[in-house]
């Protein structure tokens, strides 16, 4: 009998809640506040905090830290606008640092 495997999953290191779909990379060339990050299209049981305008190495953004919505750790940023119409296509999406995030049924 055929063992039934759930979507791919990326859940929070500290308390396992699962945070995005695998199917929902967008980029996996980004880099976070202390590691590599992926771009994500859609992220579930996060908080969005207070939206802040940041200086990040693609140029001037307007983010919101997202934390997880279990145990509160800063898991990356949403970026909210981008000032430049190159950087416009993030937009809306999230970014999860590969330090923060553990893949599940894999």
Not at 25 to 39: C, D, E, P, Y
Not at 68 to 88: F, I, P
Not at 94 to 103: G, M, N, S, T, W
Request: charged content about 25%; hydrophobic content about 35%; some cysteine.
């Amino acid at each position: 009998m055929a063992e039934l495997v759930g979507p791919r999953l990326y859940s929070c290191y500290n308390c396992r809640n699962h945070v995005s779909l695998h199917d929902d990379i967008v980029s996996k060339a980004f880099q976070g506040r202390n590691s590599r990050a992926f771009l994500f299209s859609h992220a579930m049981n996060i908080v969005v905090g207070p939206k802040e305008d940041r200086h990040l190495l693609t140029g001037l953004h307007t983010v919101a830290d997202i934390y997880c919505a279990d145990c509160r750790e800063v898991l990356g940023w949403k970026y909210e606008r981008a000032y430049e119409a190159t950087q416009k296509y993030k937009e809306g999406k999230f970014i999860l640092e590969k330090a923060k995030i553990i893949k599940e049924n894999w």
